[in-house]
């Protein structure tokens, strides 16, 4: 009750000399060493407040003191959050001035007393601001993000020599939250929103980048539009999948947090053979993988119908993004077309897969003048061909057949072959192999391309025909137009 009394004494008083004591005595307060008398004082003036002097006054005495002066310069106070600080206020003389610290045209304090605690509490919420011991500094603890700002120290007294400090909160960023749209699996197509929430004092700048195919780099106007602190995708494709990264700064400090984007797609099912031969009561498995996010239903058909689990002609065995169909065909209605099948929720894709007792052909290709292809055929083969046509001219395909190995070949029969001028005449060659079984020719390989020198046969580099390939048997005859190779069993 008694600092309340005062302070409003002082405040009173304060109102009183600004329009009153123009002319009045140059100090209102004592340098003598003695705390001021705030009862006298504020007595005085407050039965006394149409008086345009002291006259009356008992402080008569203090009359003839010099003006007290400022001696603390301006200064930017930097400060770390939770820390305190103590604002300087050195006056002179030392003693009996009677100071007050504002802020915003907000009192804090006069003298050493400090404004009623209900004041305090409307103006910061806390209690943290003190004023130092046996001085005119100003001390606040666990200062706070809103303490930054200007302070200012007064002398009271006519002219009152002032200082105004400032005060910079430093606080080192930290990213707080950093999140996607979608929680970062966003739909092919849609857009993407990325916000990196962050505190730091000075308020901090944020970086953006992203890992992508090549490697990390940084997002730019090109890549979205930037507000504060989030960045907006539109469209986002398949490639804007990927690692991406809030990298916040200031002049304290730094942080940096990261997040992984997903973009869904509808799936992409892949099989790895079109064609697949088999025979009665031999065993066949059909692979099937899925690509792409999100996991899939997948599921299997034989000739458009589906296949059901409780099939006990097939076994399907899934695992993850893979999955197999086994089949033992026991007639020949077993064979035909499967399809393998996967939906999510962004749409469905299937692709199929014959199941043939014809041969297959796999791996055609060329590789200079050298040809090779693997036969798979469970029923022995019976022909194997190739044709050729020279791609510049209009001639009709040349066929050739290649003599045949005995017997089947069930895990994959690799053949390799030689073409060469001398045999073919020189010429860029568009090349197919059929392969024919007691059920019928394969299906064409897609056609190799084979460019041919025209060369003396005399000098025929090694390298056209490799003798330390055990596969490859180098015909004797020229006789044959084409020259074959038959390996392994
Ligand atoms: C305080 O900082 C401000 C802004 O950075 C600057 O203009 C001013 O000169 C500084 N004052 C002092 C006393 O260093
Ligand atoms: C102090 O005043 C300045 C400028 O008028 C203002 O930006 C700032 O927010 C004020 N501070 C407080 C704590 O009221
Ligand atoms: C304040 O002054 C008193 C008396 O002059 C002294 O006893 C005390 O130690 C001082 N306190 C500080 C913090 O300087
Ligand atoms: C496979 O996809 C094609 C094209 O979308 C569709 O016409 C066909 O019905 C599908 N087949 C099966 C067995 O689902
Ligand atoms: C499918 O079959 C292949 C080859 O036999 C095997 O490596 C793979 O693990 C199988 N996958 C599943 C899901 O059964």
Redesign the pocket.
């Known amino acids: 009750m008694e600092l309340r009394r005062l302070s409003i004494y002082l405040a009173l008083f304060v109102l009183v000399c600004v329009s009153q004591c123009t002319e009045a005595r140059s100090t209102k307060y004592s340098g003598e060493g003695e705390d001021v008398n705030y009862d006298d004082v504020l007595a005085d003036e407050a039965s006394d407040d149409e008086a345009q002097n002291d006259a009356d006054g008992g402080n008569d005495a203090d009359e003839d003191v010099e003006d007290a002066i400022m001696l603390t310069q301006a200064t930017n106070y930097s400060v770390a959050i939770g820390r305190n600080v103590r604002l300087e206020c050195r006056v002179s003389p030392a003693d009996g001035v009677v100071v007050q610290w504002t802020?915003?045209n907000?009192k804090y304090f006069i003298g050493t007393l400090k404004r009623t605690e209900q004041d305090l509490k409307t103006y910061t919420g806390q209690d943290r601001f003190f004023i130092a011991a046996n001085s005119t500094d100003l001390l606040i603890k666990d200062v706070q993000p809103?303490d930054s700002?200007?302070y200012r120290c007064e002398i009271l007294q006519m002219n009152p020599p002032s200082v105004e400090h400032n005060i910079v909160i430093t606080e080192s960023p930290k990213v707080i939250r950093f999140y996607a749209s979608d929680s970062g699996r966003v739909p092919e197509g849609s857009d993407l929103l990325l916000t990196c929430e962050a505190s730091g004092s000075p308020p901090p700048q944020i970086l953006w980048s992203w890992d992508g195919d090549n490697g990390n780099h940084r997002l730019t106007e090109k890549d979205g539009e930037f507000t504060a602190n989030s960045v907006f995708i539109r469209n986002v494709k398949r490639q804007n999948a990927g690692k991406y990264y809030c990298y916040v700064f200031n002049t304290v400090g730094n942080d940096q947090a990261e997040l992984a984007v997903n973009v869904l797609r509808k799936p992409r099912v892949h099989v790895h053979r079109t064609v697949v031969n088999s025979d009665l009561n031999v065993e066949a498995v059909l692979e099937c993988s899925i690509h792409d996010e999100p996991a899939s239903h997948i599921r299997w058909y034989k000739d458009g119908r589906l296949i059901e689990d409780s099939s006990r002609q097939y076994s399907v065995s899934t695992n993850g993004q893979h999955s197999n169909l086994t089949v033992i065909p026991s007639s020949d209605m077993d064979f035909g077309t499967f399809t393998c099948e996967a939906e999510n929720n962004l749409g469905k894709h299937n692709r199929s897969i014959e199941l043939v007792q014809r041969p297959v052909v796999e791996d055609f290709m060329s590789e200079g003048t050298k040809l090779s292809w693997t036969v798979h055929s469970h029923q022995p083969i019976e022909a194997m061909e190739l044709q050729l046509r020279d791609v510049n001219g209009d001639e009709d395909w040349r066929t050739v057949s290649v003599p045949v190995p005995a017997g089947g070949a069930r895990r994959g029969l690799p053949v390799s072959f030689e073409l060469e001028a001398a045999d073919v005449g020189a010429g860029k060659y568009e090349v197919a192999v059929k392969v024919r079984n007691s059920k019928g020719w394969s299906q064409h390989a897609d056609p190799a391309l084979v460019d041919i020198e025209a060369q003396p046969e005399y000098i025929r580099p090694a390298s056209v025909y490799l003798p330390s390939s055990a596969y490859s048997i180098r015909p004797s005859l020229a006789l044959l137009p084409l020259i074959y190779v038959l390996v392994r069993f």
């Open positions: 802020r915003n907000t809103s700002g200007t």
